[in-house]
């Protein structure tokens, strides 16, 4: 099946910093691209979409001014964590889903997450 | 807007045996594909089994299986034959079949199989 890859897989970063996720479509093109972000023992919330070459769409009550969103290519969509803070700290998963796939099918892919700890 | 119901947080169970997780969903539209996934402590989200809602068929995939019920709007996962790898958090999620459209996902069922 289509892989999906993030990094970092881990990262830890002192509060006020800016932390980069990257997620990429390693064997497939993906014009639309999700950020989910999942606190522990929850389901995981949709944050944004992210369309290549376009802004991307934030759910409500997501700061798009603090989450920003970069899709700038086919295969890699970018999410900044920008002065990060303790309340930041969850597991960001992206997914993708295959241009080609059409439909829903089963042609939505999930990266292995990124886990994220503000100190 | 589409919505996802678990409404079992918690599901004990022993090796061998057939274990049923419940799912109702909510949409307005005709279109749509339902979606299990798995996901163990590791955090990846697994793809086990889909259901599209005009397929009459009920999908299946090895010992997983959707009990699809349009008129319910229920999508129960049915897991034969427990194994202890089957430990893990189970999400039901859904989405419409439009482009662009992201999976809304349930609250999730944390899945105990003891032997």
């Known amino acids: 099946g289509a892989v999906v890859s993030q990094h970092p897989s881990r990262v830890i970063c002192k509060s006020g910093t800016s932390v980069k996720i990257e997620c990429r479509s390693l064997?497939?093109?993906?014009?639309?691209m999700f950020w989910y972000r999942q606190f522990p023992k929850q389901s995981l919330m949709l944050m944004a979409t992210?369309?290549?070459?376009?802004?991307?769409?934030?759910e409500q009550g997501v700061e798009k001014d603090k989450f920003l969103i970069n899709h700038a290519s086919l295969t890699l969509s970018t999410l900044t964590v920008t002065s990060a803070h303790p309340e930041d700290s969850s597991f960001y998963i992206c997914?993708?889903?295959?241009?080609?796939?059409?439909?829903?099918?089963?042609?939505?892919?999930f990266g292995p997450g990124t886990r994220l700890t503000v100190l | 807007a589409q919505k996802i119901t678990q409404t079992q947080p918690g599901m004990f169970v022993q090796e061998k045996e057939a274990v049923t997780l419940d799912c109702t969903y909510d949409?307005?539209?005709?279109?749509?594909?339902l979606f299990w996934y798995k996901q163990p402590s590791s955090g990846e989200m697994i793809f086990l089994i889909y259901?599209?809602?005009?397929?009459?068929q009920n999908a299946t995939e090895g010992r997983y299986s959707l009990n699809f019920q349009k008129a319910r709007k229920s999508a129960n996962l049915v897991i034969s034959a427990s194994q202890l790898g089957d430990s893990a958090m189970y999400f039901c999620?859904?989405?419409?079949?439009?482009?662009?459209?992201?999976?809304?996902f349930g609250k999730g069922t944390t899945l105990s199989v003891s032997s």
């Open positions: 949409t307005s539209d005709q279109s749509y594909g």
């Open positions: 064997d497939f093109q993906a014009t639309t």
């Open positions: 992210s369309n290549e070459g376009s802004k991307a769409t934030y």
């Open positions: 259901q599209g809602s005009y397929d009459e």
């Open positions: 997914s993708a889903r295959d241009n080609l796939g059409g439909g829903a099918g089963n042609e939505q892919f």
């Open positions: 999620a859904m989405t419409l079949n439009q482009a662009g459209t992201a999976l809304i």
